[in-house]
């Protein structure tokens, strides 16, 4: 049994302390906030084995500088002068092409499979989450855009997915809740959803079960090291010995990698979403608006809207109102028979995505401390992810075979 401190309770944090106390080990989650309201929590709620294409991808950094002289637009890069951005941008560089697209694709899929397995296993204890396999209903207005959907949709038939094909006029047999705009879909029926709060609140209580210490407002400032390992955490509050130390701190991941002398490639991907509660008349499956790249997920009867993602900084925390407008336009073009507002600031919620270069999480032992492991850089698929990384991490922390063998995580 092995004394493991968690750095970051969101959800890759969680779900590994999870599979790490479940396997008998004295687990200590360490959060600097009070775990109610990160990046874990307002998101689209989607498990998508559907998105095996990284984002970092060919096409990618020409799309991405047409969008940047668009205010409205779904992906933004801050410009300003910072070694931090530079370097990742060269390294997303590096990744964006055909290569990388393929060595990821299958790595992706296999983990994100492995996550919605265990999801179900979660779910047949106690579905309070509801978690839902209704596939994901990609929808798009323009040819051009609709060429690249299908082109995806093909890679991902061709790696064993399961896919379906929607002409304009045969949306309405697929989507029946709410008519849409839109001149084709495709439905990826790989994917589920559910509700991110209530699935933190489930694993919240399990892991107390589970004799899990969660130490809220306990931010990690220092560690002591000696002879390539950690000894101890210092927190705000205390200095604990350690056996095992996993950093899962999201985008803050390289500022406490730095206090270790690690460098980390991570950068918030700042990303927003509104919640309209008790809603009637909605769509009844998950989809993506695809030209506008907003996801629209039935959570109950609650309907949550999300998109934009603008790489910034972690002090970037100020409500982008032309970012709100851009979903909330996508929206109304996408449902004719939908009138929704910009929401007001005190309704909108947003987050930051941990984005690495590579668009690939980082979930290894790290080279020169020997008892560090690192699960991080989840980018657009923490949720997703989340139950597989735990997995991985647990079984890396006990030097077990991994269940998703792949050197590129
Ligand atoms: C609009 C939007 C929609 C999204 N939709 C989806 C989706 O549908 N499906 C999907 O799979 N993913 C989605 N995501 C992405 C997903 O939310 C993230 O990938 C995921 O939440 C990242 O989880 P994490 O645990 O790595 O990081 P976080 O949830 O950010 O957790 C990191 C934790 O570390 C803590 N921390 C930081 N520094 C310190 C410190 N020094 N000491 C102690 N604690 C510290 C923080 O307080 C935080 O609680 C979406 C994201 C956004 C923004």
């Given amino acids: 049994m092995k004394n493991c401190i968690i750095i970051g309770g969101g959800?890759?944090?969680?779900?590994?302390?999870?599979?790490?106390?479940?396997?008998?080990?004295?687990?200590?989650?360490?959060?600097?906030?009070?775990?109610?309201?990160?990046?874990?929590?307002?998101?689209?709620?989607?498990?998508?084995?559907?998105?095996?294409?990284?984002?970092?991808?060919?096409?990618?950094?020409?799309?991405?500088?047409?969008?940047?002289?668009?205010?409205?637009?779904?992906?933004?890069?801050?410009?300003?002068?910072?070694?931090?951005?530079?370097?990742?941008?060269?390294?997303f560089y590096k990744h964006a092409n055909q290569s990388h697209v393929e060595k990821a694709m299958p790595a992706l899929r296999d983990l994100s499979l492995l996550s919605k397995e265990l999801y179900k296993e979660f779910?047949?204890?106690?579905?309070?989450f509801l978690y839902q396999e209704k596939g994901l209903l990609m929808l798009y207005k323009s040819d051009a855009v609709g060429e690249d959907i299908l082109h995806e949709a093909k890679a991902a038939e061709n790696l064993g997915l399961e896919v379906s094909y929607y002409s304009k006029e045969e949306i309405p047999s697929v989507e029946k809740g709410l008519n849409t705009n839109a001149t084709g879909a495709v439905l990826y029926h790989s994917d589920a959803h559910?509700?991110?709060?209530?699935?933190?609140?489930?694993?919240?209580?399990?892991?107390?079960?589970?004799?899990?210490?969660?130490?809220?407002?306990?931010?990690?400032?220092?560690?002591?090291?000696?002879?390539?390992?950690?000894?101890?955490?210092?927190?705000?509050?205390e200095k604990?010995?350690?056996?095992?130390?996993?950093?899962?701190?999201?985008?803050?991941?390289?500022?406490?990698?730095?206090?270790?002398?690690?460098?980390l490639s991570i950068l918030p991907g700042k990303g927003y979403s509104f919640s309209l509660k008790n809603f009637k008349g909605g769509p009844t499956i998950p989809s993506i608006l695809c030209e506008g790249k907003v996801a629209v997920t039935p959570m109950g009867n609650d309907l949550r809207f999300g998109g934009t993602m603008e790489i910034t900084h972690n002090n970037d925390t100020k409500i982008n109102k032309n970012r709100l407008k851009g979903i909330v336009n996508s929206i109304n073009e996408f449902y004719p028979d939908l009138d929704i507002q910009i929401p007001e600031e005190k309704d909108t919620w947003f987050g930051?995505?941990?984005?690495?270069?590579?668009?690939?999480?980082?979930?290894?032992?790290?080279?020169?401390?020997?008892?560090?492991?690192?699960?991080?850089?989840?980018?657009?698929?923490?949720?997703?992810?989340?139950?597989?990384?735990?997995?991985?991490?647990?079984?890396?922390?006990?030097?077990?075979?991994?269940?998703?063998s792949n050197q590129l995580f």
């Fill in 11 to 91: 959800i890759i944090g969680l779900c590994s302390a999870y599979y790490l106390a479940k396997e008998g080990h004295q687990v200590t989650v360490l959060d600097k906030s009070d775990m109610s309201d990160g990046c874990s929590y307002g998101n689209a709620g989607m498990i998508v084995p559907s998105h095996v294409i990284p984002l970092a991808q060919p096409g990618m950094i020409a799309q991405g500088i047409k969008w940047m002289f668009d205010s409205t637009s779904p992906f933004y890069v801050k410009p300003r002068l910072d070694r931090e951005l530079i370097n990742w941008g060269l390294k």
């Fill in 194 to 237: 559910l509700y991110p709060q209530k699935f933190l609140a489930f694993i919240k209580s399990e892991l107390e079960k589970l004799g899990v210490s969660i130490q809220l407002n306990s931010l990690v400032k220092d560690f002591e090291v000696s002879q390539g390992k950690i000894d101890t955490v210092i927190t705000t509050k």
């Fill in 352 to 404: 930051f995505r941990p984005c690495t270069p590579s668009g690939l999480p980082i979930i290894s032992r790290n080279e020169k401390l020997k008892n560090l492991v690192i699960a991080s850089g989840h980018a657009m698929m923490g949720l997703s992810l989340a139950p597989a990384t735990g997995k991985l991490v647990q079984e890396i922390v006990e030097g077990k075979k991994l269940s998703v």
């Fill in 123 to 128: 779910a047949k204890e106690n579905n309070s």
């Fill in 240 to 263: 604990i010995a350690a056996d095992e130390v996993i950093l899962c701190s999201g985008s803050w991941s390289p500022e406490i990698a730095k206090k270790l002398k690690l460098k």
